[in-house]
């Protein structure tokens, strides 16, 4: 018992400090984000084992109280959260706390035994299928960093499941399967009027030294030219102030219907103004345009790295 209260004290410090960083792999993340259950299984546990006020109780009102005292105590950490640089509240943490809980009474609640052997498989089931949705996100991840991982050295050509994931931003963005450079489908990507509006490819290997082009495909559908910006940066970067200087800048005129642009390797690795670029650890890829007078779509497809 004292070892169990003893990781979750650690489980606990760990909801506060260390953990992945931004730009950790999804998989990592989303395995950090389930410590939440295990950390409020174990709880609930010691809850209803050790607290008289509690394990005297029948399960029903064990479930009354671990809950409202689960809920209570998610929502104190979400807010103890939200003053850490490195913290943000999340309304899904609650609910994998909750689920915690539910794992927690499900099978280890000593009062549970005395249900009816049906009710209680009945309950532990729909627990499972509940842990089971908690988990997709994982699953989903390591699948998709797995693909990655066997097609190298394409970054993204939106031809996998899952593969959407990798890329975020402040735009509406979505898989296109009516146009497209190959394959069968591209990004479509809704550009606002915002200062800044585009997408950014944020999952990828992050080894590029032993290729010497970055190439990707853009496709506008306006008779009217549009101005793409991009900017590719390393972890150095990332950590250190993130200057316009330190990293890789150009824009491209893009006509209408498709463009093909090659970005050179060397030229990126030259870019920084007073060091090189880390081609060992780049993290950011983005696309995105400045203060458009009105919305415009553009579609993104093939982005990967060449000989």
């Known amino acids: 018992m004292k070892i169990l209260v003893l990781i979750a004290a650690i489980c606990l410090a760990l909801l506060f400090v260390g953990g992945p960083e931004y730009y950790s792999p999804r998989s990592y993340q989303c395995a950090w984000n389930l410590g939440h259950i295990f950390f409020f299984s174990i709880v609930t546990y010691l809850l209803v084992s050790l ?13 009354i109280w671990v809950l409202s005292l689960t809920l209570l105590f998610g929502i104190l950490i979400e807010l103890g959260q939200a003053g850490l640089d490195d913290r943000t509240p999340d309304i899904y943490d609650l609910i994998r706390d909750i689920t915690g809980a539910l794992v927690g009474l499900a099978f280890f609640a000593p009062s549970g035994r005395l249900l009816p052997k049906s009710g209680l498989r009945v309950f532990q089931v729909i627990v499972l299928i509940i842990v089971s949705v908690s988990m997709f996100p994982l699953g989903e991840a390591l699948i998709d960093e797995a693909i990655a991982r066997q097609r ?31 394959g069968k489908c591209s990004l479509r990507v809704i550009l606002n009027t915002d200062q800044y509006s585009g997408v950014g490819l ?7 030294r032993n290729y010497n082009y970055l190439q990707f495909s853009l496709f506008n559908p306006s008779s009217e030219p549009i101005k793409i910006n991009c900017r590719i940066h390393d972890i150095h970067h990332s950590k250190h102030g993130q200057d316009y200087s330190d990293r890789f800048n150009t824009s491209y005129l893009v006509p209408q219907g498709w463009s093909d642009i090659r970005i050179s390797v060397k030229d990126i690795l ?5 060091r090189k670029m880390d081609l ?8 995105f345009v400045v203060r458009l007078p009105r919305p415009k ?10 000989l």
């Open 152 to 182: 190298f050295p394409v970054l993204s050509d939106l031809e996998t499941p899952f593969e959407i994931k990798r890329w975020q931003g402040h735009s509406q963005f979505g898989i296109d399967r009516e146009i497209f450079r190959q």
């Open 297 to 306: 779509i553009v579609y993104i497809d093939d982005v990967r790295l060449v």
């Open 51 to 63: 607290w008289q006020r509690i394990s005297k109780k029948r399960f029903l009102k064990q479930c």
């Open 280 to 287: 060992r650890h780049i993290q950011g890829f983005y696309i």
């Open 270 to 274: 030259t870019a920084p103004k007073n």
């Open 202 to 208: 944020r999952y990828f290997a992050n080894d590029w």
